[in-house]
């Protein structure tokens, strides 16, 4: 949680920064953030071999 422009805990921090690459790196391969997001939170990520395929895809 953000208070005054900082974070309370480190964890936090941490936390908002993995979150924020996550979306940055979903946003430079113009992948759909949200079905992104939903699959890491479900505990089953997109592979590497999808991330491939969908690559060769485009």
Known sequence: ???EGQFQTIISAQN???IRT???T???HDWN???VLKKT???NPYT???ILVN???R
């Open 1 to 3: 949680m953000k208070i």
């Open 16 to 18: 908002y920064a993995t």
């Open 22 to 24: 996550h979306v940055e």
């Open 26 to 28: 979903c946003k430079r």
């Open 33 to 35: 953030i949200v079905d």
């Open 41 to 43: 939170m479900e505990g």
């Open 48 to 50: 590497l071999k999808e």
């Open 55 to 57: 690559q060769i895809n």
